[in-house]
């Protein structure tokens, strides 16, 4: 199941020859026996095939909207590479491998988060998943975007890709996670810290490249009134419904019991060939930025990363509320709620 993960990871138009050259596998190292967790610490590694570091060139001219130039600054240092090899995306291999354990969990309790393309560049790949998710993850495995929309959009998106590679230059994009099956009242409102869009913002944030994140109608909703934008309260068959999920299955911090949506916005990628202006760290004397091994677009992956820091964050969020010392626990705990909601 990890190692599914860190396939889908890999793949994708626009990625660098460094998904090329690793084979992403990952070993436990603690934690399971059989197959199963132990209840113990999970412990597990994913080795990189390349592995030089010693002999790597310095860079005194740091890139433009990467980490390089207030990582040096901030170390008081003159070559960035030691922020740069910290601050690299490919520190996301090794979080789609643990956060694929939470993923798991949280299939066993009938919560499914996935995660795909929606627009690269200014090309709309927007599809709906649907309610049969192992379709929607059988028609994102056939895209080489990890997008759903037509044929005609994706090949597109590939033409627009094809475009900026060949002028030296790179495209974000922004993907969409979509999780069914959350349980009523993860969160909180009581806390800022707490409540679900929060950690849920947090974690997309963390991802190298992220600029800006939303929940359902997210920065559309703040042009609408409040008619247009709130999810009227109906009678339901289970009790109170909702005739719509505009609030992305989130209110007042707390998850409703409708799908949560969220999307996160990728910048452009900082490592350009065709160089933009930098200076030289030394001397202060303008140089061109140094170029790095980097993806031209790189929206493709974000989805499976996005996808897999959602339900790390889903599966914290539960165990809060459910508590419970085995997986039998918690399962009887959500089934004693889904109960008592109907």
Request: glycine share 10%; net charge positive.
């Amino acid at each position: 199941f990890v190692n599914e993960r860190l396939a889908l990871r890999q793949r994708g138009k626009g990625s660098s020859a460094r998904q090329r050259v690793e084979h992403d596998r990952v070993r436990f190292l603690s934690g399971v026996r059989d197959g199963k967790a132990t209840g113990n610490p999970i412990a597990l590694q994913v080795v990189n095939k390349d592995d030089r570091y010693k002999g790597l060139p310095p860079v005194h001219e740091p890139r433009p909207g990467h980490a390089d130039l207030p990582g040096a600054l901030n170390r008081g240092i003159d070559d960035a590479r030691d922020v740069i090899e910290r601050a690299s995306a490919r520190e996301t291999a090794v979080r789609v491998a643990a956060c694929a354990v939470a993923a798991q969990m949280l299939d066993a309790l009938e919560i499914d988060v996935f995660g795909h393309t929606v627009q690269i560049g200014s090309v709309d790949v927007r599809g709906e998943p649907g309610d049969d998710i192992d379709a929607a993850r059988a028609r994102r495995a056939s895209s080489e975007h990890h997008a759903l929309g037509s044929e005609l959009s994706q090949a597109e998106a590939s033409a627009v890709i094809d475009a900026a590679q060949k002028a030296g230059d790179t495209l974000g994009g922004i993907v969409e996670v979509v999780a069914t099956g959350v349980p009523l009242g993860l969160g909180g409102h009581e806390r800022p810290e707490t409540k679900l869009k929060a950690t849920l913002a947090a974690a997309l944030m963390g991802i190298q490249a992220i600029q800006g994140v939303e929940v359902g109608l997210g920065f559309r909703g703040a042009v609408l009134r409040g008619s247009e934008v709130h999810d009227p309260i109906v009678p339901g068959a289970d009790g109170p419904a909702r005739d719509g999920n505009r609030a992305g299955g989130i209110e007042g911090g707390t998850s409703n019991g409708q799908p949560v949506v969220v999307r996160a916005a990728m910048k452009p990628l900082a490592t350009l060939r065709t160089r933009l202006p930098s200076v030289d760290l030394r001397t202060n004397e303008p140089a061109p930025a140094r170029v790095e091994r980097s993806d031209v677009c790189a929206v493709s992956r974000l989805a499976i990363v996005a996808e897999a820091v959602v339900a790390a964050d889903l599966a914290r969020h539960v165990r809060r509320r459910f508590g419970g010392a085995s997986l039998a626990e918690v399962r009887a705990a959500i089934d004693a709620q889904r109960k008592r909601l109907s």
